[in-house]
């Protein structure tokens, strides 16, 4: 079974040791990519524990089940990702269409994650961020021109 995430790979290989718990993800763009699949999927523990405590709010798993389940999901696509495995705070831009009363709607958010506990969580989220020109550096880190690395996707 193709993984939920659009990744391309099979959920066995993918997001799924994740979200049973047998790996921490081990970058941001992992840990973005195993919380789609968590919405998805109405794991709403997952999204809980993989959500920063200082910015969770009054959300809880069940909340966060029911808003999954409760939604058509079209796909995920990545615009960059910046963090690796020795970093302790990285970025996921990327962009959601799903179906929202006969209507498809994109949520387009860069997302902050951050090291807790030695493990990444998801910090916050600017949506609509603002666009990257072609000529400008690339966010991801990379040291080319976003037209030349990112933005070519």
């Known amino acids: 079974m193709q993984c939920h995430c659009d ?3 099979s959920f066995a290989d993918c997001c799924q ?6 790996l921490a993800a081990p970058t941001p763009l992992a840990l973005m990519r195993s919380r789609y699949s ?3 999927l109405g794991r709403g523990e997952y999204l809980v524990k993989t959500w920063h405590p200082d910015t969770l709010g009054e959300l809880d798993a069940a909340t966060l089940r029911e808003s999954g389940l409760g939604t058509e999901w079209l796909g995920l696509a990545i615009v960059f990702a910046r963090g690796s495995a020795a970093d302790t705070e990285g970025e996921v831009e990327f962009r959601v269409r799903y179906r929202e009363q006969g209507r498809v709607v994109l949520l387009h958010e ?4 951050v090291r807790h506990d030695d493990r990444w969580v998801y910090h916050s ?3 609509n961020p603002p666009k990257i020109g072609p000529n400008q550096p ?4 990379s ?3 976003y037209k030349q690395c990112c ?3």
Do not use: D, I, V, W
């Open 151 to 153: 933005g070519r996707r």
């Open 125 to 127: 989220g600017q949506f």
């Open 17 to 22: 040791p994740f979200l049973e718990g047998h």
């Open 138 to 141: 690339c966010p991801c880190g």
């Open 110 to 113: 860069r997302s902050r994650f």
């Open 143 to 145: 040291g080319k021109k």
């Open 7 to 9: 990744s391309g790979q």
């Open 38 to 40: 968590a919405y998805r």
